[in-house]
């Protein structure tokens, strides 16, 4: 093998960490090769955000992310959130901040922030391969890595930025974590993340398509209680949306054990319902249950909620009894579900579980199993909140391990 057939870094994989990786790297002066399965890169960044991109988050802090803290708080520190703005600012692109602290691409288009990243790749001089699926990693001198085709590239560092199992439909395939424990990686159990999830409780489905404001509470009432506020949707198989999808990731890895408990509190604004129920019983003391709930809950939430309470329909509410009022406002502030399974990974926007962290140099995410071989992004096992988070994981992971490389 001649120098001249040596890269400096060979990465496997052209998504966000794998580009933001390769760019960093090329400015630096090295000599990259960016190997990438599908035929164009970044086409999970293409699908982020519905199409939009949710690049950053204001609020991007280490509490919004399952698996290593320590892991997130290096990177978050390296790549903070206005470093990321001033990034994609530098590349021209615009951005917007809209609710909850997100932010997009002010064309509102994610084409805006791949094609951005994909021609600063060009111009800094790095060479794109794609249709190119890496089935071996060989160390030795250096990195001997080699295609499906057979054709083998050699490179003194090599980058596992390959994705995650999630959206199998984009992309999302486990080559990642093959290749990490042929290099003597161990591998934590894979799970859904950022998914809805499947309820016992079938009556659920009567409410399929409706959406309400809420705080979700996973094992309510216990020392590992988590809690999110924020939209739920109600599906024929269970629950969706936002809030939902944010505990998803911890509800996906405790599984295994079992069904998960889970509740709803369906006035997370109302602290005290008791005195709130009891004012409406003074005010509409003649209303039946289901006028009472007129202008509080959505009337298909209020129907099953009648029900699931046993209330009797045509008594007038003057006539219930305490425990029917407690009864109720226990409902209201925490309908309990169980969670029996998350959504399959063609659902997942994510994935819990991935490389062990404690194999990783926090500083550097270098492999303290193979020197020379850094892993980024999804495949390892963190997982963010949705809104951007995960993106600037990878982001950020791309900067770390381009800043951290030797200069040779």
């Given at each position: ?174 080559d990642g974590y093959a290749l990490a424990r042929a290099l003597g990686h161990h591998i934590e159990p894979l799970t859904p993340a950022l998914c809805a999830l499947n309820v016992k409780e079938k009556a659920v489905a009567r409410l399929q398509g409706i959406r309400a404001q809420v705080r979700v509470r996973v094992w309510p009432g216990t020392a590992q209680e988590i809690q999110n506020e924020g939209e739920v949707l109600f599906t024929s ?172």
């Amino acid at each position: 093998m001649k120098n001249t057939d040596l890269y400096d870094v060979i990465i496997v994989g052209a998504g966000a960490s794998g580009l933001m990786c390769a760019l960093q790297c090329a400015r630096r002066g090295k000599r990259v090769l960016l190997l990438e399965k599908e035929g164009q890169p970044g086409r999970k960044i293409l699908v982020s955000g519905n199409g939009r991109c949710n690049l950053t988050n204001v609020y991007v802090s280490a509490e919004n992310y399952q698996g290593s803290q320590q892991l997130v708080q290096a990177v978050l520190q390296k790549f903070p959130f206005q470093k990321c703005l001033a990034f994609f600012h530098s590349l021209g692109v615009l951005t917007v901040q809209e609710e909850a602290g997100r932010v997009f691409p002010r064309t509102g288009k994610s084409t805006a922030v791949a094609e951005a990243l994909r021609l600063a790749c060009a111009e800094a001089g790095v060479e794109l391969k794609t249709n190119s699926r890496v089935v071996k990693i060989e160390k030795k001198q250096s990195f001997r890595v080699t295609l499906q085709t057979a054709e083998s590239f050699y490179g003194k560092y090599c980058v596992l930025a390959c994705g995650s199992k999630a959206y199998p439909q984009v992309g999302g395939t486990e080559d990642g974590y093959a290749l990490a424990r042929a290099l003597g990686h161990h591998i934590e159990p894979l799970t859904p993340a950022l998914c809805a999830l499947n309820v016992k409780e079938k009556a659920v489905a009567r409410l399929q398509g409706i959406r309400a404001q809420v705080r979700v509470r996973v094992w309510p009432g216990t020392a590992q209680e988590i809690q999110n506020e924020g939209e739920v949707l109600f599906t024929s198989y269970g629950l969706s949306g936002p809030a939902v999808l944010n505990v998803s990731g911890a509800v996906s890895r405790a599984l295994k054990r079992g069904a998960v408990p889970f509740a709803l509190d369906l006035l997370p604004e109302v602290p005290n319902k008791q005195a709130l129920l009891k004012e409406r019983a003074a005010l509409f003391s003649q209303r039946r249950a289901k006028e009472f709930f007129a202008g509080l809950l959505h009337e298909n939430i209020a129907n099953l909620l009648i029900d699931f309470a046993g209330i009797r329909k045509n008594v007038p509410v003057k006539e219930w009894t305490p425990n029917t009022w407690q009864t109720v406002a226990r409902t209201i502030g925490a309908w309990p579900f169980s969670v029996v399974s998350a959504r399959p990974w063609t659902e997942a926007m994510a994935a819990a579980g991935g490389v062990n962290c404690a194999e990783i140099n926090y500083n550097t995410l270098e492999s303290l199993c193979c020197p020379g071989l850094y892993i980024l992004g999804e495949l390892l096992d963190v997982d963010g909140r949705s809104g951007g988070f995960n993106l600037h994981f990878a982001w950020g992971c791309g900067f770390t391990a381009a800043l951290a490389m030797p200069e040779d």
